[in-house]
């Protein structure tokens, strides 16, 4: 395989790109009166355009996370990070990627929206893959390769060795999605990032964070991939409520520190109460805030569930989670009215 050589890998347009030029990047200094954005003067905080590089939710983020500001690319939710891979590296009907399956479902999605081919290579029956069978799905137009660790919807971390050989010896972009990370006992890559040019982490605030409603997540990456994404994101992506918002908790981190423990204790205890029941089939060793499930009937459970007013995922239809049900880890007491609705289901 040939060398890292990011300038092959980039589409020539974006390569090229002359970044749209905005009033918060042209003059960034202290002054008292600003009339260069159009912007209203009433309204205030409201009434300003966001920082678009997010500078101080960055500064905070590495102090938690490591690495450093000019390695981090901020995004409407992992999702507008997921996209950007594409509308960055891929040319839509000429160029591929090559994924897991079963994965997260925006990988797939995204590419179908830029018009790019989506190759998928299936988990064995722990779930796990081996960097050959990716390998062999690469040709000379694979841009990227998609990894998910702990992997969505089957909650295992993936092996770190077979990563390894991917990043060794793929040429294009790896991207490793760790949105689970905080509630794996695996390392995150963010601490190998400066061992391999190719690599891009995601993670996000939807998960660990408790943070969904506000829509930031996180890529990490070279400086080189880094600049690419910022040339491409909307300049004015995390706006001011989110960037405040995310502030806040990167300040009052105990706190996230202690749902992550209730939430992997609760994980354990519904572990438990799971194998109790009959008609569960299989238990699948999570790394995750969800446990994937294998029932006698997962359509037949999931209606009981819902029901009782109980919603959990079901996964039937998805390749190698036949039967499966995936539950997020709730609090005690919603994993209680789980069990209770279970219980019914067994009767
Ligand atoms: C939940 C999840 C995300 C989070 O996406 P956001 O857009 O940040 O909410 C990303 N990747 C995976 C695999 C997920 O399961």
Redesign the pocket.
Known sequence: MAKFELEKLVRPNIWKLEPYSCARTEFTGEASTFLDANENPYNDPYNRYPDPFQVEVKKQIVKVKGSTPKNICLGN????TIDLMYRIFCEPKVDNVVAIEP??G?YRVCADINNVEYRTVLLDENYQFTAESLLAKVDGNTKVIWL?SPN?PTGNALNDAEITKILDSFAGIVVV?E??IDFSSQESWVAKLNEHANLVI?Q????AWGS?GI???MAFASEEIINLMNKVKYPYNINILTQKQALTLLAGKEKVDEWRKIILAEREQLTKELGKFSFVEKIYPTDANFILVKVSDANKLYSHLVGCGVIVRNRNSVSLCKNCVRISVGSPEENKELVKALTSFSK
């Open positions: 939710g992992s999702d507008e994965t997260y925006m998910c969505n999605d949105a689970y995601l996000t605030f939807s998960k969904a829509r930031l997540g």
